[in-house]
């Protein structure tokens, strides 16, 4: 797969206007999502990378524009990691099994449902953790806990919102290892993220985002200079380092390089 996404599509956007209380946060969006896609949204903050995601979920209404997708659609979100109540009374197994999908929604969870999340923990590496309280784990290990509740759904697309946003760098590579697996075994990726060097610099498709599409495709192909100027709002050096393409800070009296992971 090159992540690119040349297979069969499963989610449309043509002419979209998408917004809240009336105010556009995102015009004229065009974007296609097909099953062999692993695509990265870049942009600065309040750019409507979020946003985007709202609507290829189905969680926002366009206020203009088209959005197509099969009714069946198997699909699940990972939310930011910020954006969780960490005290909530739960372990890591009830967590991961509030994820069961509707028509199982019983008061008690199945032998097979509690099987499959015990199976889904240890393809994870944190099937040790099941009892413990979620408020316990590691960032890495929270991550992985709602990558598990993504799973259990068998989605064929997985939204993720900032999946390495506070996390280390070691934490950073086992998440994109994590994804890519997935993404060989036929599960389409689309995540956003900050992370220029450390993130979005290894993946296969690029989306810059900064109220409208600025550019969309490879790493080679909208990690230059003008691109993310238009996108960020501040002129960027790109270089080349090891094969791979590395944003570097201009400033007026130094250049600082990012964090390259």
Known sequence: MTGIGVGPELISLDGVVAGYTHHPVLTDVTFHVHEDQFTGIVGPSGAGKTTLLRLLLGTLAPMAGTITKDPALRMAYVPQLE???WN???TVRECVLMSRRARNQLPWASRAEKASVGDVLERLGIGDLADRHIRELSGGQQQRMF???ALLRQPQIMLLDEPTSGVDVSTRHDVLHLLADLHEEGVA????THDLNGMAAH???LVCVNERIVASGSPADVMTPDVLEQTFGARME?????????????GP?????????
Not at 189 to 192: E, G, K, N, P, R
Not at 253 to 261: I, L, N, V, W, Y
């Open 189 to 192: 990726i689309v995540l956003t």
């Open 88 to 90: 909530f009374p739960v």
């Open 238 to 250: 790109v270089v080349e380092h090891l094969g791979m393409r590395i944003v570097v800070d201009e």
């Open 203 to 205: 993946l296969p498709h």
């Open 253 to 261: 009296h130094r250049s600082a390089m990012r964090e390259t992971g």
């Open 83 to 85: 954006t969780v109540s």
């Open 147 to 149: 990558l598990a509740r």
